[in-house]
């Protein structure tokens, strides 16, 4: 969470945990938290010592010092700037004693995921199991898309690996990178390989996602041994099936590193264009990055000199989801107001509406670079 393009030199600097109602709880960098606020780490303390539990229960349960309760500056509402879960930015007038503060500015966005809405997130970790409940390669396709559709770099972690045999690991393992994925295969029944995933968070903000059953709240309570301790004394923030509302939170991992939890959910929408589907498969995007299709609006549907063929083994989810994505552009285009099409979209699918889409809005298909470079313009423009 370092390498910021803005220069923040001498001011204090922090992340967004926490977003509830007008208040953001907001952890400062390190080094400033122990410079600055380790005075103020004592009056916390001490404060909380003596006074009856009042505080918000956005406030950190256990108490932090380097972690503030902040209000938006009124020069942020008035120009319409959003503070989001996951932002970096920069906090006035710290109350050590108090533990409060006020943020001033936020920094520009290296990515913006839609559900849940986080900023900055720099991965997601897809977590599905390798059986109990099986794998299923559709529902597996399915999520890789949606992820691959944010933008945001994809961790795959196919847990219960104790109830397979290293033949069948292998044979997984081989499958997947003909998708075009590397796995890691983990027990967190066992303890195989956590430290290994607990160092790919290490200073990152990742997203867990995945569906339901499969190990995530295990392998949770596992890489942050609190987090039950907090879901008992909080208010079961890290509780799955609590997740029936919007609320988002990052977590701190003890060996640094944030992470997010998402409600379980077993078929993520795919609502991207028919066109830029197959760009969401690693496997058939190879192809495209060396040929072309003849012709330039080719779906590759056996159309003559299509380069993407269909001699791939996600050929058939490519057609299955294609059907899906191309209902959705006609149900998109029979609707005037967008707002009211998504609302009507999840109700019509029968599908439970608090589901995450692990959607990008705006930054679809552009690279990174491209993206923090949007972004730094419309910060400009706001600015002006
Ligand atoms: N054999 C085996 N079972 C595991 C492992 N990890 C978790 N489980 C079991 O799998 C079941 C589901 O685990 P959870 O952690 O609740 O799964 P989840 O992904 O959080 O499920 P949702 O809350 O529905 O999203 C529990 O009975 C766990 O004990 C593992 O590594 N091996
Ligand atoms: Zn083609």
Redesign the pocket.
């Known amino acids: 969470m370092k390498g910021d393009t803005v220069s923040t030199a001498g001011q204090l600097v922090g992340t967004v945990l926490a977003v509830q109602a007008n208040f953001y709880r907001v952890q400062l960098d390190e080094e400033q938290a122990g410079e600055q606020g380790s005075r103020g780490a004592e009056e916390q303390r001490s404060r909380e010592e003596n006074s009856s539990p009042t505080a918000s229960s956005l406030e950190s349960p256990v108490p932090s010092p380097q972690s503030l309760l902040c209000t938006r500056r009124t020069r942020l509402k008035k120009i319409g700037q959003q503070v989001m879960v996951g932002d970096r930015v920069i906090v006035e007038e710290p109350d050590w004693s108090g533990g409060r503060g006020a943020i001033a500015d936020v920094l520009p966005r290296q990515s913006e995921l839609d559900r849940p809405a986080i900023a900055n997130v720099n991965q997601i970790l897809l977590?599905f199991?390798v059986a109990?409940p099986p794998l299923e390669p559709v529902q597996l396709s399915r999520f890789l898309i949606k992820t691959e559709s944010t933008g945001v770099d994809v961790l795959l972690c196919l847990?219960?690996?104790?109830?397979i045999t290293e033949e069948e690991q292998q044979e997984i393992s081989d499958r997947l990178f003909s998708w075009g994925y590397k796995s890691i295969f983990?027990?967190?029944?066992?303890n195989i390989n956590i430290p290994q995933v607990d160092e790919y968070l290490n200073n990152k903000i990742t997203v867990i996602a995945?569906?339901?059953?499969?190990?995530?709240?295990?392998?949770i309570n596992m890489l942050i041994p609190d987090a039950n301790l907090r879901v008992g004394e909080v208010s079961g923030k890290l509780a799955?099936?609590r997740h029936t509302t919007r609320h988002v939170e990052l977590f701190e991992l003890p060996s640094g590193g944030l992470l997010a939890d998402t409600p379980?959910f077993n078929q993520p929408d795919l609502n991207c264009s028919p066109e830029e589907l197959i760009y969401y498969f690693p496997e058939a995007r190879k192809r495209l990055e060396i040929g072309s299709c003849r012709f330039s609006d080719c779906l590759h549907r056996d159309e003559p000199d299509c380069v993407v063929g269909n001699d791939w083994e996600r050929y058939e989810h490519y057609l299955e989801f294609l059907d899906d994505a191309i209902a959705y552009q006609t149900f998109l285009k029979q609707q005037t107001d967008p707002e009211s099409t998504l609302k009507l979209m999840s109700k019509g699918k029968g599908q439970n509406q608090y589901e995450p889409k692990l959607e990008s809005k705006k930054y679809r298909r552009v690279s990174r670079r491209v993206q923090v470079q949007n972004l730094q313009d419309f910060y400009t423009d706001s600015e002006d």
């Open positions: 977590v199991a109990d847990n219960k690996c104790d109830l983990i027990s967190v029944q066992n995945g569906p339901s059953g499969v190990g995530k709240s295990s392998l799955r099936g379980g």
